[in-house]
């Protein structure tokens, strides 16, 4: 029974192996890397790919990591003001009186 449970596991797995599934949005062995001066490069197509020295290479991942960060630290500025704004409109209402106020805990408890 053991050695009939190993053979059905090995044969899964060849199967498995030998055809691969075909499923929509996953790549199979296609060159899914940057390609640059006849070279595909195993890399993220965000990442540039720069001549250093005289050699074709992917910019240097402290490069990389660094522009990544800007521009998330841009997204996330934005973000901010877009929420100060907010913010400021809702205080605003809220001093007029257009606004109900927010039941909070603290009404809660009356």
Do not use: H, W
Request: with cysteine.
């Amino acid at each position: 029974m053991v050695l009939m449970k190993r053979l059905l596991k090995k044969t899964c797995v060849f199967a498995v192996l030998l055809f691969p599934l075909n499923i929509p949005g996953v790549t199979g062995y296609e060159e899914t890397g940057v390609k640059a001066a006849g070279v595909v490069f195993d890399i993220n197509s965000d990442r540039k790919v720069e001549k250093i020295g005289g050699v074709v290479q992917p910019e240097p991942l402290d490069s990389y990591i660094k522009r990544l960060t800007q521009a998330l630290s841009a997204q996330i500025s934005k973000l901010d003001e877009k929420v100060d704004r907010i913010e400021r409109k809702l205080d605003a209402r809220l001093a007029a009186g257009s606004l109900p106020a927010a039941a909070g805990p603290e009404s809660s408890k009356a």
